[in-house]
């Protein structure tokens, strides 16, 4: 296809995209201030690291059209308990203000029908295998031919492929010599060091207790996404991204790996501690733990001062933080019997308003709790189809002028199959029936 060609396909896909969504955010009632309002995505990823992307865009205010497998959909609608009504509470929480479609890309015509989706499309993510989609004609190459708009987005986390009933899954990147080599978020996190440097001092290594690095590939991704529609204003082209969750993890080690690169430093676990300032960990109180930091000598003296060791500040072991890290262990021995003797909440009342970082450590039912959290409307409640009420966690990120929010319920298996296809594809209900019949779609 030759420039001009290009500029003119663009030109017509433009105007004609632009009239076809202030119709549709018209038509579903979407706040014309939701940054994203008019940007359709194409989500043909599953888990986590691609859905919770997508869900961040949604949320935002772009439509986001979810393809699943017709033979049960997203993997993690099957993951479980809990399940509500039927419905997966995972799935739940990373799937909202999405619409769902199931498509059988096996077949010719259901690879036909997300080519049209994405020329009607601006995002197209994806989590598959390397090299899989391009045996549809499904990848980048081939559907920048007809799309050249379509910013496209693979991310290589938790990809599938079966292969006698068993799942593999890749979190390399589409080349290098671990391309085709199994991965999943435990193994991401133990070749990048994130497990090495998790755990107790003189423990195991440990997992976190989320699946961090699948969630920070996917933030990654969503503002790789933005980056690229910001070009395109500018170019009128779309272009390839590409996310692993490997280089996510090693990203991530900032002054971890810093201290190695360039000083030659061998990391290790500290638990709650930190390396390199002291004290900054949880303390076990008398019921509970409580994580406390100082991070500079005035906040020392203040610590001091609250916990009624004034004697420590004139101790040479104290003087400075380098000199506290020196002598960490007879410090923290001292302060983990202070702590041990007040309860949790008498030591929040005796540090509010002192100006050092403390918290505690809270279980679940204490988080959603917390007036803090209450406050910042980190709880949102949606009405489901079949689950009824569910609470989902509301979006990190707060806007002065923008919505943020969300506006759909996690969507049930292939609930939007209809309107996709007779109010994006245009298709006719005979048509739509015609591709029930086949199985098409389901």
């Not at 949604?58 to 959909?73: Q, R, S, T």
């Not at 990147?173 to 133990?190: C, E, K, M």
């Not at 916990?307 to 983990?336: M, W």
Request: proline share 5%; with cysteine; net charge positive.
């Amino acid at each position: 296809m030759n420039s001009g060609f290009r500029k003119i396909f663009w030109n017509k896909y433009r105007i004609d995209l632009q009239l076809k969504r202030m119709v549709s955010d018209i038509s579903e009632n979407q706040p014309i201030k939701s940054p994203l309002s008019g940007i359709r995505v194409l989500d043909l990823t599953r888990i986590l690291a691609g859905p919770f992307c997508t869900m961040i865009l949604g949320d935002l205010g772009a439509e986001i059209i979810k393809v699943e497998n017709p033979d049960g959909g997203d993997e993690t609608r099957n993951w479980g308990p809990p399940f509500v009504n039927g419905e997966s509470t995972y799935f739940l929480s990373i799937n909202r203000n999405k619409k769902s479609i199931a498509i059988d890309m096996k077949m010719p015509k259901g690879r036909d029908l997300i080519k049209e989706l994405a020329v009607k499309s601006d995002v197209l993510v994806e989590n598959f295998v390397p090299g899989k989609l391009s045996t549809f004609g499904l990848d980048y190459e081939s559907l920048h031919e007809t799309a050249p708009h379509l910013v496209y987005c693979s991310i290589t986390v938790q990809q599938r492929i079966v292969k006698i009933s068993n799942l593999e899954f890749v979190g390399y990147g589409s080349r290098g010599p671990y391309s085709t080599r199994p991965g999943f978020d435990v193994i991401a996190a133990s070749e990048s060091g994130l497990m090495h440097i998790t755990g107790p001092e003189d423990g195991e290594p440990c997992k976190v207790g989320v699946a961090m690095t699948d969630l920070s590939t996917g933030l990654y991704a969503h503002g790789a996404i933005m980056a690229a529609l910001l070009q395109r204003l500018k170019t009128g082209k779309g272009q390839k991204i590409d996310c692993d969750l490997l280089s996510t993890q090693v990203s991530l080690l900032v002054n971890i790996s810093s201290n190695y690169l360039n000083g030659r430093k061998e990391a290790k676990r500290w638990g709650t501690a930190h390396e390199s300032i002291v004290p900054y960990q949880a303390f076990k109180t008398k019921d509970g733990y409580i994580t406390v930091g100082a991070a500079s000598n005035k906040q020392f003296k203040i610590l001091c001062e609250i916990l009624n060791v004034q004697h420590f500040l004139a101790d040479p072991r104290y003087l400075s933080n380098k000199d506290r890290v020196q002598n960490r262990k007879v410090l923290i021995s001292e302060l983990i019997n202070i702590f041990s003797k007040k309860t949790t909440q008498q030591w929040l009342k005796m540090l509010e308003g002192s100006g050092i970082p403390y918290g505690p450590v809270n279980n679940m039912k204490q988080v959603f709790s917390d007036p803090q959290v209450i406050h910042n409307k980190m709880i949102l409640d949606m009405i489901h189809p079949t689950a009824g009420n569910i609470k989902v966690t509301g979006p990190a990120v707060k806007y002065s002028d923008s919505m943020n929010k969300g506006r759909l319920p996690p969507p049930v298996f292939a609930e939007h199959t209809d309107v996709i296809l007779s109010k994006v594809l245009s298709y006719s209900e005979n048509e739509i029936q015609n591709l029930r019949k086949s199985k098409v779609v389901v």
